[in-house]
């Protein structure tokens, strides 16, 4: 099986991570030889707010208002989560940006075409 890319998009309770882990899963019965590498946002938002920096805290007060993060906050965290990205993992995007079509395309031009595998 080649490598695949899946990115889950929806608010929260819409199922994402629910589909997320059925595919890994899946991947991980299917496709044993191969990693499966998955940006769960949730998680990585919840981490980042943890270490304390201005803005971990000023993203913890946008989340505990319920307010959308702005795009180059999930985009700097999926960074951070493929940097060692080769390639040759399936990759599984679990809730990444949801302010529309402006935030997709961020992504895809910020991370999907600068990513370089060699």
């Known amino acids: ?3 695949i890319t899946v990115a889950f998009f929806g608010i929260s309770g819409s199922g994402k991570g ?8 899946f991947l991980n019965r299917e496709d044993p030889k191969r990693s499966v590498a998955r940006a769960e946002m949730g998680a990585l938002a919840r981490a ?3 270490t304390g920096t201005p803005l971990a805290k000023r993203t913890e007060e946008i989340v505990s208002s319920g ?4 795009s180059f906050i999930p985009i700097y965290l999926l960074v951070e989560v493929l940097k060692n990205f ?5 990759l599984i995007l ?10 997709i395309e961020s992504i895809h031009k910020t991370i ?6 060699a």
């Not at 629910?18 to 899963?25: H, I, V």
């Not at 307010?67 to 702005?70: D, F, I, T």
């Not at 080769?86 to 399936?90: F, L, V």
């Open 94 to 103: 679990d809730g990444t940006c949801r302010n529309g079509e402006d935030d």
């Open 112 to 117: 999907l075409s600068n990513l370089h595998v």
């Open 48 to 50: 980042f707010m943890k």
């Open 1 to 3: 099986m080649n490598p």
């Open 86 to 90: 080769t390639g040759e993992e399936h």
């Open 67 to 70: 307010g959308l993060l702005p």
């Open 18 to 25: 629910t589909q997320a882990d059925m595919l890994e899963k």
